[in-house]
């Protein structure tokens, strides 16, 4: 990049000594940078003359290149500039809901209103002290003393293989309460677990379902 940055302010003022002026170094410096970027291309750049240098052909061709180049990058920075990095709105979900649902919908929103800045906090543990304008979480609407809405309703099902149902003779929901069952113990999620899922499907007092470790 040091050589291209001398070789353009050279290319650009047709003199060495006028780009180390520009570049606060000494023309020197500028014509050992150039010498070192003809020896790697394989290739002269210029042409050396008393009244000055010259580029040649393919210094002609490297220098539009070149000034593309540096033209792109200082539009990025002033677009940047311009642009602060803040979002306009914030919305704090799960992983599961980002992923599966929210991030395409983000997607095809800023296809309509591709000047709104959306950005997301992502995270499966209780919310922390955290600005967003919109938060998606599990949770019962009606204990929620802010507004909100319901968006989804969660379809919680058991699983497992044939061979697992058969080594423990299970036919019917009932039958899940002698087997042995995963589970997880997590102080940090309210999921739903086995003894109040048993109580929603046989509408009977919570049961303990067996852990298996």
């Not at 410096?29 to 009244?51: V, W």
Request: charged share 20%; with cysteine; aromatic share 8%.
């Amino acid at each position: 990049m040091t050589a291209l940055i001398c070789f353009e302010a050279a290319a650009r003022n047709a003199s060495f000594k006028n780009a180390a002026q520009e570049l606060n170094v000494t023309p020197a410096a500028i014509s050992h940078q150039i010498k070192a970027l003809e020896g790697d291309l394989g290739c002269n750049l210029f042409l050396r003359l008393s009244r000055g240098v010259e580029l040649t052909e393919k210094g002609a061709f490297l220098f539009v290149a070149v000034q593309r180049g540096l033209e792109t990058i200082s539009d990025a920075v002033t677009h940047m500039r311009d642009r602060p990095e803040t979002a306009d709105v914030t919305i704090r979900t799960t992983t599961a809901v980002s992923s599966l649902w929210l991030t395409p919908k983000i997607s095809a929103f800023w296809k309509s209103h591709p000047t709104i800045t959306v950005s997301q906090i992502v995270s499966d543990v209780p919310a922390i002290a955290a600005r967003c304008d919109l938060s998606i979480q599990y949770g019962d609407a009606q204990e929620n003393l802010e507004e909100c809405h319901k968006l989804f309703q969660d379809r919680i099902v058991a699983l497992g293989t044939p061979k697992f149902a058969a080594e423990h003779g299970i036919d019917r929901v009932e039958d899940l309460l002698k087997a042995p069952l995963i589970h997880m113990n997590n102080e940090e999620t309210d999921w739903t677990n086995w003894p109040e899922w048993f109580q929603a499907r046989l509408d009977t007092p919570s049961q303990k379902a067996a852990g298996l470790a």
